[in-house]
């Protein structure tokens, strides 16, 4: 199975702010990456697919980047409606699999 | 609009098998191009792929739970099943399906709210 590292797990930011996180894949997934966001109670919302392309209705505050094993998702300036966690995920090869999720919580 | 919706029990006992059905809204199971797929999530972790089935019928499982998973397609009633067999209490999720257009947006476009599902006798 292709693992999937993010980081940092957690992390404590004000509005206004711009925050990465990173995800690196245990080999080269060429860009068959994924980013989604998502609220306690409620199912992952797409956000970022094929590395980099915005998908439908997403702010344009959001941004993905990279290729081969590492990935970031940007944030250029956090909105309260932002604080959740985040999970990337590689379609690159079966079994699909997802990072441990990073949780962005105010300061 | 496309909206998929989760059903099935929300206790099974331990070593039971679980059936959950995912129901299609806006859109045929037989759509081409279509993979539908179930995942699961149990509480504070991240989100698990389990299985895919496609428009042609292809069927793919996770290696780790291959054995205990059957995923199909009742097309008269556009709805995706998924089987787990000899459930344990480590299956307490909640259990999500998605759809994933092939081409295009290459990822899990709509998700269903899901279904939770807690294994205890």
């Known amino acids: 199975d292709i693992q999937m590292t993010q980081s940092p797990s957690s992390l404590s930011a004000s509005v206004g702010d711009r925050i990465s996180i990173t995800c690196r894949a245990s080999q080269t997934i060429n860009s068959y990456l994924n980013w989604y966001q998502q609220k306690p109670g409620k199912a992952p919302n797409l956000l970022i697919y094929?590395?980099?392309s915005l998908h439908s209705g997403v702010p344009s505050r959001f941004s993905g980047s990279g290729s081969g094993t590492d990935f970031t998702l940007t944030i250029s300036s956090l909105q309260p409606e932002d604080f959740a966690t985040y999970y990337c995920?590689?379609?690159?090869?079966?079994?699909?699999?997802f990072g441990r999720g990073t949780k962005v919580e105010i300061k | 609009q496309v909206t998929l919706k989760e059903s099935g029990p929300a206790l099974v006992k331990p070593t039971q098998t679980l059936t959950l059905t995912c129901s299609f809204s806006?859109?045929?199971?037989?759509?081409?191009?279509?993979?539908a797929s179930w995942l699961r999530q149990p509480p504070g972790q991240a989100p698990e792929w389990l299985a895919r089935?496609?428009?042609?019928?292809?069927?793919f499982y996770s290696p780790s739970l291959r054995t205990r998973l059957t995923i199909s397609k009742d097309t008269s009633k556009n709805q995706v099943v998924l089987t787990m067999t000899n459930m344990d209490p480590v299956d307490t999720a909640t259990y999500y399906c998605?759809?994933?257009?092939?081409?295009?947006?290459?990822?899990?476009?709509?998700w269903g709210q899901g279904t939770v599902v807690t294994v205890s006798s």
């Open positions: 094929a590395a980099s």
């Open positions: 089935i496609d428009w042609d019928e292809d069927k």
């Open positions: 806006g859109l045929s199971v037989s759509s081409t191009g279509l993979r």
């Open positions: 995920q590689q379609n690159y090869d079966i079994p699909w699999t």
């Open positions: 998605a759809r994933m257009p092939v081409g295009g947006v290459n990822a899990f476009d709509i």
